[in-house]
């Protein structure tokens, strides 16, 4: 029986900033429809990885394939116009634009002005802070909300991947039970993610399949159900 290609495929990935390896050797894959999370701690090199994915960053060695597609041969533009969104560690909102600006940006690689226009109203019909305060500079906004305006953005672009980094950091607790219910919605609509986070409870509840990074390297995979198990991942990242 034939096996369905992963839509996201990284093997043997290294990265290197200088003299220092951020990744080694690292393989991961997510298929259409998944949920999978990259766990571990500060400086793991899980921010990176994204950064490689939506080719921001140029691996040392290694392959980057999206839907049979070769990362590596195209840049950022080209990775978001082939269906790869980023919603990036510490929000990276453009404070002194509006919120509908902002919004709109998410879609600058798109022609198709009428279903930008029906996505917008869509985004603000998911998000309704941000449907209230869509004339303000997103510098006003509250950290929770300026994180709904990250992720909204990057569905802006219609993405078939969605790459959410860190989305519940420095949030309140309430505010980050918001932002993973907007996870678990966006996973029963069928948007694949690829969700780095350090709550680990909540992205292994959330999650299909997990990854545990340290110091760069792959360390545990399988199953989220597997990995909240996992002795060494329970001592490690659950508390």
């Known amino acids: 029986m034939s096996t369905a290609q992963p839509l996201l495929e990284v093997s043997d990935l290294s990265v290197r900033y200088g003299g220092i390896s951020a990744l080694e050797h690292v393989d991961l894959t997510v298929?259409?429809?998944?949920?999978?999370?990259?766990?571990?701690?500060?400086?793991?090199?899980?921010?990176?990885?994204?950064?490689?994915?939506?080719?921001?960053?140029?691996p040392h060695t290694?392959?980057?394939?999206?839907?049979?597609?070769?990362?590596?041969?195209?840049?950022?533009?080209?990775?978001?116009?082939?269906?790869?969104?980023?919603?990036?560690?510490?929000?990276?909102?453009?404070?002194?634009?509006?919120?509908?600006?902002?919004?709109?940006?998410?879609?600058?690689?798109?022609?198709?002005?009428?279903?930008?226009?029906?996505?917008?109203?869509?985004?603000?019909?998911?998000?309704?802070?941000?449907?209230?305060?869509?004339?303000?500079?997103a510098g006003t906004l509250s950290g929770g909300e300026q994180q709904m305006l990250a992720i909204a953005r990057a569905?802006?672009?219609?993405?078939?991947?969605?790459?959410?980094?860190e989305p519940s950091l420095g949030l309140a607790p309430r505010l980050v039970r918001d932002i993973f219910a907007i996870v678990g919605e966006l996973h029963d609509a069928g948007v694949t993610i690829l969700l780095v986070e350090q709550n680990a409870t909540l992205a292994l509840q959330r999650a299909d399949r997990g990854y545990v990074l340290e110091a760069g390297q792959m360390t545990v995979s399988g199953p989220a159900s597997e990995l909240v198990a996992d002795e060494r991942v329970r001592r490690a990242y659950l508390g």
């Not at 701690?41 to 994915?53: D, E, H, S």
């Open 155 to 165: 569905l802006m672009s219609r993405p078939r991947l969605l790459l959410l980094d």
């Open 31 to 58: 298929n259409a429809g998944e949920v999978v999370t990259l766990i571990g701690a500060n400086g793991a090199g899980k921010t990176t990885l994204l950064r490689a994915v939506s080719r921001l960053v140029e």
């Open 62 to 137: 290694g392959s980057i394939h999206f839907d049979g597609t070769d990362l590596r041969k195209v840049g950022a533009p080209k990775a978001v116009s082939l269906g790869i969104g980023h919603s990036p560690e510490g929000r990276r909102v453009l404070a002194r634009q509006s919120v509908r600006d902002n919004l709109l940006l998410g879609a600058w690689t798109r022609r198709d002005d009428g279903a930008i226009a029906a996505d917008l109203k869509a985004q603000l019909e998911r998000f309704p802070r941000l449907a209230e305060r869509i004339d303000q500079p």
